[in-house]
């Protein structure tokens, strides 16, 4: 960490101790947690990471890997999710988030630990799958409509906001839509799994320069 983020850092324990904020709970003013700067939350259903729906967790899971955090999850009953911090810049970090209820409720969780890092509904990365691209295949979406994603449309809802950046993982839509919802929560086919590693692999560049490059201020674009 840069003198700057140890000094940062020294002010916020001051300030804890002084305010005595190390009790159980966590608070929810932002100059408590100076150094979170983004959240990336993994979509998908607890209990079910091998399946489409939920490869937003699986990205999750190659992003802490490459981080060095894949050891460092831990549950958090308050927002209802496991939770990892990851070295952003020299001081700042990253929340890492995988909820623990299901997909068309994820939003609670994203919503909650949003408030507890104080952060904005634009500094909150959904990653989630997307039937209307082929498997192999990113699109990195900054706010819209929730295109028919019960996850999305769960974190719109209790965000209050559509502005959360999406890296939407393609999964592809099966030809009959009678088929679609064993499509969703089927697993990876074996040939398919080929594909998994290099394409999480993507997910993370994308997503690790995305957020590096709006880290560095306003002038670094949307």
Not at 31 to 46: E, I, S
Request: hydrophobic share 40%; charged share 20%; with cysteine.
């Amino acid at each position: 960490m840069s003198p700057s983020g140890l000094l940062r850092a020294e002010l916020w324990l001051s300030r804890a101790m002084s305010r005595r904020v190390l009790e159980p709970g966590w608070p929810t003013k932002r100059w408590l947690f100076p150094w979170c700067g983004r959240q990336v939350a993994g979509l998908g259903n607890p209990g079910l990471p091998g399946t489409r729906h939920s490869v937003g967790m699986a990205v999750l899971g190659q992003l802490a890997r490459r981080l060095g955090v894949a050891d460092s999850w831990t549950r958090d009953r308050r927002c209802v999710a496991d939770l990892a911090l990851a070295p952003l810049g020299d001081d700042a970090q990253l929340v890492l988030l995988r909820p623990r209820r299901l997909m068309n409720a994820n939003g609670r969780s994203v919503a909650q630990a949003a408030k507890l890092f104080g952060l904005t509904a634009e500094e909150v990365y959904l990653v989630h799958d997307e039937l209307d691209k082929p498997l192999g295949k990113l699109a990195l979406k900054l706010g819209g409509s929730a295109r028919g994603h019960n996850g999305v449309r769960s974190c719109i809802s209790c965000l209050n906001s559509s502005a959360m950046p999406r890296l939407r993982v393609g999964i592809g839509r099966p030809t009959h839509q009678s088929a679609v919802q064993d499509h969703v929560l089927g697993c990876f086919s074996p040939d398919e799994q080929e594909l998994l590693p290099p394409l999480l692999d993507r997910a993370t560049d994308l997503l690790l320069e995305h957020i590096r490059a709006r880290s560095q201020g306003p002038s670094s674009g949307p």
